[in-house]
């Protein structure tokens, strides 16, 4: 490898139509002492794209780069310890929560049942929309035939701001104010 007069290492030389691939073992021991594809990359005096496309043409290549990356977080792991042992009640907790998580990881659990609680069948709720899109389906080929326009509004993408969404969307709507309605004249 070449160093230039500033001490920093030159881009490898090109040879025919690609670049060498002398660049790898440099790169790779950069990566595994910084996780850092992009400092990895200027030590060995490459463009981080000749690495990545290093990495999608050469199988073994990839398998070498993610064990230097498992290289580098183990280093930074052993540095965790190291600092919680010294005193940081911070990255202790984070320690435990990693390696003990059945003890000290947060957890929080929902569960959410059909009727009489037992489990909601998937295949249930998909029967439901079909018949009730079967439902609604002639109301909206009348009105789209008589020239009105339709405009189904999913309350997911709507938020995104979206203007229009999905057609199975509209059961959704229909429940929504169906509900509503039940609930102001006190019916469940």
């Not at 052993?78 to 919680?84: I, K, L, S, V």
């Not at 701001?161 to 019916?187: L, M, P, Y």
Request: charged content about 35%.
């Amino acid at each position: 490898m070449r160093v230039l007069r500033d001490g920093t290492n030159a881009p490898p030389k090109k040879r025919g139509k690609g670049i060498t691939t002398d660049w790898r073992d440099g790169f790779l021991a950069a990566l595994r002492n910084s996780a850092n594809v992009r400092a990895a990359c200027q030590k060995v005096g490459i463009d981080r794209r000749t690495a990545y496309r290093q990495r999608e043409r050469d199988a073994e290549f990839a398998a070498q780069w993610d064990e230097a990356i498992q290289d580098a977080c183990d280093i930074l792991e052993a540095e965790a310890w190291t600092r919680a042992r010294g005193g940081s009640d911070l990255l202790l907790i984070f320690l435990l929560k990693a390696h003990r998580p059945e003890k000290y990881r947060e957890t929080s659990r929902y569960e959410v049942t059909g009727a009489q609680g037992k489990a909601i069948q998937i295949e249930d709720v998909e029967q439901v929309r079909r018949a009730r899109w079967a439902e609604i389906m002639p109301t909206l080929t009348r009105l789209m035939t008589e020239g009105q326009k339709v405009t189904i509004i999913d309350q997911n993408t709507a938020a995104q701001g979206e203007s229009e969404g999905r057609a199975s969307d509209v059961i959704d709507a229909a429940d929504s104010k169906e509900n509503h309605r039940d609930d102001s004249a006190g019916r469940v």
